[in-house]
T-cell receptor, first 113, second 112 residues
Framework: NAGVTQTPKFRILKIGQSMTLQCAQD?????MYWYRQDPGMGLKLIYY???????DKGEVPNGYNVSRSTTEDFPLRLELAAPSQTSVYFC????????????FGPGTRLTVT | TQLLEQSPQFLSIQEGENLTVYCNSS?????LQWYRQEPGEGPVLLVT?????EVKKLKRLTFQFGDARKDSSLHITAAQPGDTGLYLC????????????FGSGTQLTVLP
């Protein structure tokens, strides 16, 4: 199993550009999450999904959108990139809710200039 | 918003020393997890504690969940350079999806 995969690994965006961060898991997990991690900080939840077709906002959802059309994929969309979105983005999945182990992808390092 | 505070933020010690990292909150959590993160990678789960007062051991690592389920500690005995990394605690709330709230982490460096 590949686990949780994320693409791209690195990306530089100009202010106002848009992009989609891809996330896929092959563990048949229902729960998937997007986090951002700023330097010296822990992870903050952006959006999460409890199953295909169901998504909900986390702690810091402004400026982002998600969709969950399949169990495997959970892309994160940035519509109008801003410097405040410079961060490392992690996708994660778990078998059930947050009391279960979350498996993380390797992250996407995004810089907005 | 539930907050988790970790201390110390940075810790640099010599190989063989013992250390303790703390994770504190004013909120009660249904469970608490500890993750370790290495540079350029995502966090990896070390342990989950669920019951107040619970103690779990993982080789040289000892994890404790406070009696009131508001705090936790991680103790490492005879630290080794391979223990170097960012240690994150994460509490699970009582919401429907029981999302995790992460602490800001403790960056541990063990010098040979």
């Amino acid at each position: 199993n590949a686990g949780v995969t994320q693409t791209p690994k690195f990306r530089i965006l100009k202010i106002g550009q848009s992009m989609t961060l891809q996330c896929a898991q092959d563990m048949n997990h229902n729960y998937m999450y997007w986090y951002r991690q700023d330097p010296g900080m822990g992870l903050k939840l952006i959006y999460y999904s409890v199953g295909a077709g169901i998504t909900d906002k986390g702690e810091v959802p402004n400026g982002y959108n998600v969709s969950r059309s399949t169990t495997e994929d959970f892309p994160l969309r940035l519509e109008l990139a801003a410097p405040s979105q410079t961060s490392v983005y992690f996708c994660a999945s778990s078998y059930r809710d947050g009391t279960y182990e979350q498996y993380f992808g390797p992250g996407t390092r995004l810089t907005v200039t | 918003t539930q907050l988790l505070e970790q201390s110390p933020q940075f810790l640099s010690i010599q190989e063989g020393e013992n250390l303790t990292v703390y994770c504190n909150s004013s909120s009660v959590f249904s469970s608490l997890q500890w993750y370790r993160q290495e540079p350029g990678e995502g966090p990896v789960l070390l342990v989950t504690v669920v019951t107040g007062g619970e103690v779990k051991k993982l080789k040289r690592l000892t994890f404790q969940f406070g009696d009131a389920r508001k705090d936790s500690s991680l103790h490492i005995t005879a630290a080794q350079p391979g223990d170097t990394g960012l240690y994150l605690c994460a509490g699970s709330n009582s919401g429907s999806a029981r999302q995790l709230t992460f602490g800001s982490g403790t960056q541990l460096t063990v010098l040979p």
